[in-house]
Each structure stands twice: as structure tokens, then as C-alpha cells.
């Protein structure tokens, strides 16, 4: 299994049908809605993200984008290292290159999800 799929294995056992249901609203401006009914799981979700040029291996500021504003800190950090780790991009190489934005999420970085309740 290559990285990639790897990461995505590991973003879908963290994605609850609750959690899938907000992913897809976050992006119903890029999902029909007729389509969007047909998305059951998150592995579905992003092959149809892969299968519309929103997601790709070595670009993944589309899903960084909807996991900051759909609110999981958690999910956006493990893009991000992949994003590091693997891609070697980092958040100072990334003002150079068209692969991915400036992620918010490096204040995110070392917050669990239990941290972040109380902002709720």
C-alpha cells in the first residue's frame, strides 16, 4: 500500500458517517446534490475528490481547506505531515509551489480534539 492510500486509510477510520455528512456539506458547492446522496462512506468521498481533480496525490489543499473549516484539527494535522513527511513540502516551501496553500493549521498542531471541546 503506498503512502498515499495509507493516509487516506487512516483519515477514513477517523471519519464517522456524522463526521461524512458534515465533509459533504463543507464542499456542497462542488458535490450535486444527487451525486453527494450517492457518497455512503468516506472512501467514496474521496474517490469521487480524486475522480473530480480535487484531491490527488500531491495535492491536497482541497481536503486541507474542508477539514479546517468543517473543524478537525485532527485530520488536517495528519494531511499535514503526510504533506511534510512524504511530499517534502513544507510550510515555508509551500509559498513557492502551486501543490498546496498555507494551511491555518499549524496552530493546531499539538492540540488533541479533547483540548479543543471547550471552545465549543
Not at 456542497?28 to 472512501?43: A, F, G, L, M, V
Not at 480524486?50 to 484539527?73: G, V
Request: a negative charge; one cysteine or more.
Amino acid at each position: 500500500m503506498s503512502e498515499y492510500s495509507s493516509m487516506l486509510s487512516d483519515l477514513s477510520e477517523n471519519i464517522t458517517n456524522e463526521d461524512l455528512e458534515q465533509l459533504k456539506s463543507a464542499c456542497k458547492e462542488d458535490i450535486p446534490e444527487d451525486q453527494s446522496n450517492s457518497i455512503t462512506c468516506s472512501r467514496d468521498w474521496f474517490s469521487y475528490l480524486e475522480n473530480n481533480d480535487k484531491l490527488a496525490q500531491d495535492d491536497l489543499s482541497y481536503i486541507e481547506h474542508i477539514f479546517e473549516i468543517s473543524r478537525r484539527p485532527d485530520l488536517l494535522t495528519r494531511v499535514i505531515e503526510y504533506r511534510t513527511t512524504v511530499l517534502k513540502i513544507s510550510e515555508d516551501d509551500e509559498i513557492d509551489t502551486k501543490l498546496t496553500r498555507i494551511p491555518s493549521a499549524k496552530k493546531y498542531k499539538g492540540t488533541n480534539e479533547y483540548s479543543l471541546c471547550v471552545l465549543y
